[in-house]
């Protein structure tokens, strides 16, 4: 692995050399970790302009969820407690003879920024914009075998909820038995706040789980991730408890599931997002459900959940061959119930069978 990070950090050299900065300055958790290969709390990486050093703010605990720095990277801890390694790296880039610095202005503060200009004012700071950001929309096979296996480890804790008795339980309490079994079967831990909505609260879209039990003839719908290896994944799916759909509820199943295939089947390279976004929006605005409708059909995942491309009615851009992304459209009816079913994939030429579906827990509506 230690060849794709220098690869990667080839990629971003050459785009800041592009536009006259022979040194960068990354300060994003995840454009770190997929730069370094690992993002220790705090820690920042310079490119150049002649080394580059992962500096952290404290010596690294050795935490697999945190990753594994590449060990061609030079190490620097910083020596006083309390520093901040984005002035560190300033101060180094300066006495390493760079003249100009790309950094991340989307992510550091003012206070950060001023910092940086008093320790090396000689030293002109550039925005480095989105560039990490966009090299990471494409994923190398490797990624998404971790991807992969994060989808599996979510199928296995949701097929084994399935499984128990559900009636009587609280919402809280199925949140947290999904995000212990994510953990039991090998994941860094959860991807995000699993979301865990029974009967009325299925219709407000991303419930936080409450002390609310599970009743007969529910409505339950539940989205959940695990990361591994710092990849992350995302499943939603929604059933009934205990007891045979009634027909409202089965015709607004229906109703979604529809959309999403709709969204899943225009995932091909070359896709428009918002053409993608269109294909599942426009069957649940034709029923009548346009207004409250989410303001996108999906986005990216990656090293974070929620990453581009956004599918979405305004979204700019067209589709790669292995983008994974998320196709989640939902129907929330406040008071009454409602229905999600969210599927991770990878965009994949029909040449190679179209989109690779990754979270493949059925998507019938079963009566539990």
């Known amino acids: 692995m230690s060849e794709v990070y220098a690869v990667r950090r080839g990629l971003l050299r050459d785009r800041c050399a592009a536009v006259g900065s022979a040194a960068a300055l990354v300060s ?16 920042v990486l310079l490119l150049g302009p002649g080394e580059d050093v992962l500096l952290c703010p404290r010596a690294p605990t050795g935490d697999p969820s945190h990753g594994r720095p590449d060990e061609a990277l030079r190490l620097s801890v910083l020596p006083a ?4 390694p984005v002035v560190a790296a300033a101060d180094l880039a300066m006495s390493s003879g760079a003249e100009s610095l790309a950094i991340e202005e989307h992510d550091l503060t003012v206070a950060r920024h001023r910092a940086m200009g008093s320790v090396a004012p000689r030293l002109h700071l550039a925005d480095l914009g989105f560039t990490v950001e966009q090299l990471r929309v494409v994923k190398d096979e490797e990624e998404i075998a971790c991807l992969r296996i994060a989808a599996e480890i979510t199928d296995q804790a949701l097929g084994e909820l399935l499984e128990s008795i559900l009636v009587g339980r ?32 299925s219709g407000q879209g991303r419930h936080r789980p409450s002390d609310r039990r599970v009743e007969e003839g529910d409505f339950l719908s539940v989205c959940l991730g695990a990361s591994y290896r710092g990849y992350r994944c995302e499943i939603g799916r929604t059933f009934v408890i205990g007891t045979t759909p ?9 109703l979604v599931f529809a959309a999403q295939r709709a969204g899943r089947e225009a995932l091909v390279p070359g896709a428009a ?26 986005h990216g995942v990656g090293l974070e959940i929620d990453e581009d491309p956004q599918l979405a009615p305004t979204a700019m851009g067209k589709l790669d061959a292995c983008v994974p992304v998320t196709v989640e459209p939902g129907v ?23 989109p690779e579906l990754l979270t493949i827990t059925t998507k019938e509506l079963l009566a539990l």
């Not at 770190?32 to 690992?38: I, N, P």
């Not at 407690?81 to 901040?84: A, I, K, S, V």
């Not at 009816?333 to 179209?354: K, Q, Y």
Request: zero cysteines.
């Open 246 to 254: 009634a027909d409202w509820q089965i015709e607004l199943y229906d």
């Open 332 to 354: 929330h009816l406040p008071g009454r119930g409602g229905v999600r079913i969210d599927d991770t994939l990878v965009v994949r030429p029909e040449a190679d069978g179209g």
């Open 81 to 84: 407690p309390g520093g901040d």
């Open 170 to 201: 609280t919402e809280r309490h199925l949140a947290l038995e999904l995000e212990r079994r994510l953990v039991d079967h090998g994941a860094d831990g959860a991807a995000f706040e699993t979301s865990v909505a029974t009967g009325p609260n």
């Open 273 to 298: 997002y918002r053409d993608v976004d269109h294909a599942s929006r426009h069957l649940l605005d034709r029923a009548g459900h346009g207004e409250g409708l989410v303001p996108w059909t999906g």
């Open 28 to 43: 994003r958790p995840a454009n770190v970790r997929y730069l370094a290969g690992g993002a220790p709390p705090g820690a």
